[in-house]
């Protein structure tokens, strides 16, 4: 894939982060000051479809994202090029995308 488009991949993975980031720390503020516990959090979120999606969109949008800001700054800091940086980006992407996708299953599952 060309720069242009993991520019403009990066940009609109972006967009979607930063409502799902901004919604994400105001849950946070909420259960600590509300003085949830975990066990509580699970019970609320066991079963739902809303926060499957929610938190399913969220880890879409940084395996997207993260990946191509480390393989940029992996180009400007070492002189690593060519397919196997991006071969290990992709690899990078994968291994956030499962982790991620275990971790809401986990949580809503």
């Known amino acids: 894939m060309n720069d242009a488009r993991l520019y ?57 994202h993260a990946p191509i800001g480390l393989r940029t700054i992996l180009r400007e800091w070492t002189p690593w090029r060519g397919r196997s940086l991006d071969g290990a980006v992709a690899a990078f992407a994968a291994l956030l995308f499962v982790l991620g996708l275990r971790a809401v299953a986990a949580v809503v599952l």
């Open 8 to 64: 403009l991949l990066q940009r609109l993975s972006a967009m979607v982060l930063a409502p799902l980031v901004l919604a994400h720390l105001a849950l946070i503020v909420y259960a600590v000051r509300d003085g949830l516990s975990a066990a509580e959090i699970l019970s609320r979120t066991q079963g739902s479809l809303f926060w499957a999606l929610f938190y399913g969109l969220f880890v879409v949008a940084v395996a997207v």
